[in-house]
C-alpha cells in the first residue's frame, strides 16, 4: 500500500517534471492561489493592477478582488475567445505589469510569445492559467510552462475532474514558500457559503426580462463569487489525480476525436479556430449575429430534446459593475457562443445524437 506522504509527493514529481518546474503548491482550487501570488507581488513593488480576460470563469476575478486588486480587463478575439497580442500591448501601455494568461477552452494562447517578448526588455510578471488546457502543447511545449507561475485546475467540468483541488508551478522559491506559508484564514474566505447559482440565476432572469439587457443585472456578482473561494486541499484527491494524469494523452485524443465529429457534423455555425495542438475541454463554436433572445431561444430548444449546451460565459466585467463600451467583442462573442460537452460522460453516440439535435434545432430556429 502507498503512504499518504510518497502519493503527495508522487504528484509534486510529476507536474513538477511534466512542466519543467521546481516547485508545485497544491491548493483547494487554482483560483486561491492568486491571493498569496498577488500579495507577494505587492510586495515586490508590482502595483496592484492586472490585466485579464474579459471573457472567464468569474472565480480568478473574484480572487483578484478578494486580494483588492485592481482588474483591467481585456476584449477577446473572436477567433478564440483568448486575448491577442494587440490587446496585451494595450494594457502594457496602459501601465499593466502583471498579467494573467488564459488559454481558453484549452486553445493555446498565440499572445503566449508576445508575452515572453516584453518580458525581455520590461519586468512584467505572468501568471499563466492552464485550468482548462491542461494537456495542451504551443510552440513546442506544454500550456503550463509559460508563466512565472502556472495554474492548474482538478475542479468541477476540468479536463481532470475530482471536484476539487488546483495546483500553482513555478521556479521561484520564494513565491512558493509565500504560497504555502499563506494564512488563507486572514482573507474573508472562510464566510459562509453562499448558493451563488442561485445569485446568478436571479441576475440572469432579470436581464432577459429586461428588453435593454442591462449588463447592470449583473453587477455586483462578484462578491458572491468571492464567498464561495474557499477550500483547502484534500489527500483524497492525490490518488485520481495521478491516476488519470497517468492517461492525459489518451483523454486528450479522446476529446480531440469528438472535437472533430462536431467540427464535420455541426451546420450554420463558425468553429473557433482550434490550434492542432489543443486539448479541446469544450466543443465551443459561434452562431454569428444572434441577439441574446435569440441565443437563449436556440440554446433552449436545444436542451429541450436533451442536449446538455451551455453559453459560458458572461462577460467578467459586468460580474465587477463595469459596462466596459470598449470591450464589444466580449459581448458579440459571450452573445454567440456555444459549448456541447467532449467529457468521459458524453460518449461518440452521444456526440453524434448532439450534433443531429442542434443541427435540427437550428433548421428549425432558422425555418
Ligand atoms: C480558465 C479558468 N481559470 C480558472 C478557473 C478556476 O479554477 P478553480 O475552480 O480550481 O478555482 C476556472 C474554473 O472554471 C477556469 O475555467
Known amino acids: 500500500m502507498k503512504l499518504r506522504g510518497s502519493a503527495m509527493a508522487s504528484l509534486h514529481d510529476f507536474l513538477a517534471s511534466s512542466y519543467q518546474r521546481e516547485h508545485v503548491s497544491l491548493l483547494g482550487r487554482a483560483s486561491i492561489a492568486l491571493l498569496p501570488i498577488l500579495d507577494f507581488l505587492a510586495r515586490e513593488g508590482f502595483s496592484k493592477k492586472i490585466a485579464l480576460p474579459s471573457f472567464l470563469c468569474p472565480s480568478p476575478l473574484a480572487a483578484i478582488c478578494e486580494a483588492e486588486w485592481e482588474p483591467y480587463f481585456c476584449d477577446v478575439s473572436l477567433v478564440d475567445g483568448n486575448v491577442s497580442s494587440f490587446e496585451i500591448d494595450k494594457a502594457v501601455a496602459a501601465g499593466v505589469n502583471v498579467f494573467f494568461l488564459v488559454h481558453l477552452f484549452g486553445n493555446p494562447n498565440s499572445a503566449t510569445a508576445r508575452l515572453l517578448e516584453i518580458q525581455k526588455t520590461k519586468k512584467i510578471f505572468v501568471i499563466e492559467d492552464a485550468c482548462q488546457a491542461l494537456g495542451a502543447w504551443h510552440n513546442g511545449k506544454p500550456c503550463g ?118 467540427r464535420e457534423g455541426l451546420q450554420g455555425i463558425v468553429p473557433l479556430e482550434w490550434s492542432e495542438n489543443a486539448s479541446p475541454w469544450r466543443y465551443a463554436f459561434r452562431v454569428p449575429g444572434l441577439s441574446w433572445d435569440q441565443q437563449r431561444q436556440l440554446s433552449e430548444a436545444v436542451r429541450a430534446v436533451g442536449t446538455n449546451l451551455s453559453n459560458w460565459y458572461y462577460p467578467t466585467h459586468w460580474m465587477y459593475g463595469t459596462h466596459g463600451s470598449h470591450l464589444e467583442w466580449t459581448s458579440q462573442f459571450s452573445r454567440e457562443i456555444f459549448q456541447l460537452w467532449l467529457d468521459d460522460d458524453t460518449d461518440f453516440e452521444m456526440v453524434n445524437q448532439n450534433i443531429k439535435t442542434f443541427n435540427e434545432a437550428y433548421q428549425r430556429f432558422h425555418g
Open 145 to 262: 510552462t509559460f508563466g512565472d507561475v502556472s495554474l492548474f485546475s482538478f475542479g468541477h467540468t476540468k479536463t481532470i475532474d475530482v471536484k476539487g483541488g488546483g495546483a500553482a508551478l513555478t521556479d521561484e522559491l520564494l513565491l512558493k514558500e509565500y504560497i504555502d506559508s499563506f494564512d488563507f484564514k486572514n482573507s474573508s474566505l472562510l464566510r459562509i457559503p453562499t448558493d451563488v447559482s442561485g445569485y446568478f440565476y436571479a441576475a440572469q432572469k432579470a436581464f432577459f426580462a429586461d428588453p435593454d439587457h442591462s449588463p447592470a443585472h449583473f453587477s455586483g456578482l462578484v462578491d458572491i463569487y468571492r464567498q464561495s473561494l474557499g477550500r483547502s486541499w484534500n489527500e483524497s484527491w492525490v490518488d485520481p489525480i495521478l491516476e488519470r494524469l497517468g492517461h492525459l494523452e489518451k483523454v486528450v485524443a479522446l476529446r480531440r476525436e469528438k472535437q472533430q465529429l462536431y
